[in-house]
């Protein structure tokens, strides 16, 4: 291809697509919504959660990545874990947050303050650290079964820096 006259390479494009589209047969490919896959599941396994608490929920997400950026950083200076939230500069959300942050040596807790959907108050969510190497293992989990579907993407999921 041309990269320096993207209009050369356009028919090399439309001739590259037309033939994929052959020996994939895209045309007879049938697509499912996503919306007709989540009615399949039984509703005694998924909570029904307001949108608006779902979204508090899920601001789990963003508060543990800073967390494992901070330590990160502060492994990188110090050669060593934090022992508090002190340490990294770290401060939890304020309320409304439906969660309470904990800092112990290697774990970062947090811990769900009311019930949401299926999901019991007290619940908690975990990204355990540990040295590997030169680099730093985070290990996230939720404690509770009955929350995993709240944040389907936070369960055993082990991040390497």
């Known amino acids: 291809m041309n990269l320096r006259n993207p209009l050369l390479s356009l028919p090399l494009l439309l001739l590259s697509v037309a033939s994929a589209r052959q020996e994939m047969s895209v045309d007879n490919l049938r697509i499912e919504p996503i919306s007709a896959k989540m009615q399949a599941r039984s509703s ?6 307001s949108p608006e608490m779902s979204g508090k929920v899920r601001e789990v997400y963003s508060v543990t990545k800073q967390y494992e ?3 990160v950083a502060y492994h990188q200076e110090t050669d ?5 939230f002190q340490d990294l500069g770290f401060e939890p959300p304020n309320p409304p947050s439906v969660f309470r942050y904990q800092k112990t040596k290697n774990k970062f807790i947090a811990t769900l303050l009311e019930n949401v ?3 019991p108050a007290g619940s908690k969510w975990l990204s355990a650290v540990s040295k590997r190497g030169g680099s730093l293992v985070f290990k996230r989990s939720v404690e509770n079964p009955k ?6 993407d936070f369960r055993e999921k082990v991040i390497q820096w």
């Open 117 to 119: 959907g299926l999901c």
């Open 69 to 71: 950026v901070l330590e």
């Open 147 to 152: 929350c995993q579907d709240l944040t389907p």
């Open 44 to 49: 005694s396994t998924v909570a029904k959660v």
């Open 80 to 84: 060593r874990l934090s022992k508090s």
